[in-house]
């Protein structure tokens, strides 16, 4: 096959034959990846003929006849005239189209729905372009991941999911284009259906369940059919951890709501959308031995506080399947508790702008997953990062940055910006993400995340990331867990509100603790961050000491809810680990029970 059918028949894999579904997948993925650089500059090719004469591309590309050019002078053309962009370049353009103008701007095709990307915001969702690419390269990706999956972990065909994703409501542009999450739109879409039908495993939830807009509904539902179905439950997975760890804390709470539905057959009032409960009673029957069971099960489970719940109350569950890396690290610890022995399998890397990388190796810890990038889906470029002064182009925040490279030219050890040109019209857009580079499979690279590009905590010259206020509340959290207390969530702020600014962590726990331990917490945290610019400002005063903040419980249930209220979706949901935004700032301070400031630093 040649290299530009290859491209090509990425996306017609789904009409291939059953049967040997597996073994296509893979050997198609073993030989795109074989031949990832030129992939790439097929794929690259590949967009800009379907989008060729759209008006950004006209702006930059000119006259330029591209369908005579040989495919890598095109690649060095287009690098060369098409700039960097971010969002906010492109956000003119997209509001056109919101708006309803049907001209070729960013694609030929016309653009009929959007999704709300979280990704790269700073605390507001952005719009960006979703195609039935976008829906055809998510069925892929599940499929090529489902089929790695299976040969380590193989299922039993034809059973079940338990599922804990969420559609949000989608709505109508001024225009008159269909917006919601990308999620959303992928489970109102014909994959969705495909998806379950080529890898003979269904979700336990009916699509009224998946797409009821009320998150608390739903949940309650997803727990009471994947116990109802509990047989035949083969894995536990949903998009984000979080997700799942939300919906084993509703059951501590809710459960024994939930045996009496299933033991009478009813349904709790609390479910109130005619819709999802007509669906739920059509499946549901009442079956006192099975509630019997779960009882006996919950009343051991709540002696141990839920440790292994899901292999007690799912016994043929083979693993726990969720995008865990990230900002979804923190919530690890729990869902191991939840999980006892059951294997983590850490899900695969993407956006709503575009699937990125597959888990290739479902065995890894979810600390060390590394993602194989798909050479098909766009047209990716790396922009070298370094932490120090070297010899580099140009200075932003605190990297030092060079010129973007192409895939075939990324070195392992280095890390870099991810920037995108995909098939729905997003041209050399920087996602904000940083990655680095762990290794290759075949010709292409497997990543490893490391953090959001954009600094969260900066006061004056102190950096820090994601990641590094990660690792401090990481610090603070071990003195926690000694006093027998649990970390159910965090977030900060740089509050410059007063001189010296200062830094705020707010926590949210579970269990008793003696002030002094918190303040013990809140003074490791402090002298946990390593960034030189911190340690500097912290001896000389010109950074406050660090407060920590203890919230009442249900504090960050409310921050959810705000997220839900905006149009968001409990599948796409992930904690601000850092906030400017007033709304959440108000909900953290009103429910601030404790404050401690820290004692490092004299
Ligand atoms: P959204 O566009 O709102 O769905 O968010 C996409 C962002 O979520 C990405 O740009 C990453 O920052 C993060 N993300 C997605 N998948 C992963 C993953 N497997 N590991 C870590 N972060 C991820």
């Given amino acids: 096959m040649s290299l530009m059918e290859l491209a090509v028949v990425s996306t017609n894999i789904k009409h291939s034959s059953n049967g040997n579904n597996d073994f296509d997948i893979i050997s198609w993925f073993e030989e795109v990846s074989e031949n990832a650089g030129s992939i790439q500059t097929q794929t690259l090719r590949q967009i800009l003929e379907l989008n060729y004469g759209v008006e950004y591309l006209q702006k930059w590309l000119g ?109 109508k542009t001024k225009g008159g284009l269909i917006a919601g999450t990308a999620t959303t739109h992928y489970y109102a879409s014909e994959e969705f259906k495909i998806k379950q039908e080529k890898t003979k495993s269904f979700t336990c939830s009916p699509e009224e369940v998946i797409s009821g807009g009320d998150y608390k509904q739903s949940t309650y539902c997803h727990l009471l059919l994947g116990l109802f179905l509990y047989e035949q439950v083969e894995f ?23 045996c009496n539905d299933i033991k009478e057959g009813t349904l709790s009032r609390r479910i109130k959308l005619p ?27 709540q002696s141990l506080d839920w440790f ?40 695969d890397y993407g956006s709503t702008e575009s699937w990125i990388g597959v888990n290739l190796d479902p065995t890894l810890p979810p600390e060390n997953v590394r993602f194989s990038v798909i050479p098909t ?30 895939l075939s030219q990324v070195k392992v050890g280095l890390e870099y910006e991810l920037v995108l040109t995909t098939f729905t019209g997003l041209y050399r857009y920087r996602l904000g993400d ?81 002030d002094k331990v918190l303040c013990e917490c809140c003074r490791e945290m402090d002298a946990s961050f390593v960034d030189h610019g911190y340690v500097v400002s912290r001896r000389t005063n010109s950074i406050g000491p660090l407060e920590l ?6 504090t960050f249930n409310k921050i959810l809810d705000d997220f839900i209220a905006n149009g968001g979706a409990l599948s796409q949901f992930k904690t601000p680990r850092c906030t400017s935004n007033r709304v959440l700032l108000r909900i953290l301070n009103a429910c601030t029970a404790k404050r401690f400031f820290s004692t490092a630093y004299g």
């Fill in 275 to 301: 819709k999802m409960r007509k669906a739920v009673l059509d499946i549901i029957s009442p079956n006192p031995c099975l509630a019997s069971k779960i009882e006996a099960a919950c009343q051991e489970l």
């Fill in 377 to 406: 889906f766009s047209y990716f470029e790396f922009i070298s990062l370094y932490w120090q002064k070297q010899d580099c182009s140009s200075v932003i925040d605190d990297f030092m940055e060079d010129d973007p490279i192409p």
């Fill in 63 to 171: 006259d330029f006849n591209i369908k005579e050019m040989d495919a890598c002078a095109l690649e060095s053309l287009f690098t060369s005239l098409v700039p960097l962009t971010s969002h906010a370049d492109l956000e003119p353009y997209i509001q056109r189209i919101a708006d309803g103008d049907t001209g070729p701007i960013l694609t030929q095709q016309p653009i009929t729905t959007l999704s709300l990307s979280s990704g790269t915001t700073e605390g507001r969702q952005k719009f960006v372009p979703f195609t039935d690419h976008s829906a055809q390269t998510t069925l892929q990706i599940f499929r090529l991941a489902a089929a790695y999956r299976s040969r380590v972990y193989p299922i039993r065909e034809g059973r079940r999911i338990l599922e804990f994703i969420y559609s949000s409501k989608q709505y």
């Fill in 434 to 514: 940083v990655v680095e580079v762990a290794g290759f499979h075949n010709g292409t690279p497997k990543l490893n995340f490391k953090c959001r590009r954009k600094l969260i905590l900066t006061i004056n010259i102190d950096k820090n990331t994601e990641k590094d206020l990660q690792l401090v509340v990481e610090s603070g959290t071990q003195l926690l867990n000694k006093a027998k207390a649990e970390l159910v969530d965090f977030t900060s702020q740089a509050d410059i509100t007063d001189q010296p600014g200062h830094y705020i962590i707010y926590w949210e726990i579970k269990g008793e603790v003696e």
């Fill in 308 to 347: 292994g719940l899901i292999p007690k109350l799912w016994p043929n569950a083979k693993y726990v399947y969720s995008i865990m890396t990230g900002s979804m690290q923190p919530y690890l610890k729990k869902l191991r508790h939840y999980a006892k022995g059951l294997p983590l399998v850490s899900a």
């Fill in 236 to 258: 536990i997975a949903s998009t984000f951890a979080y997700s799942i760890v939300q919906a084993f804390r509703t059951f501590e709470e809710l459960w024994e709501d939930i």
């Fill in 549 to 554: 903040c203890i919230v009442e419980r249900g």
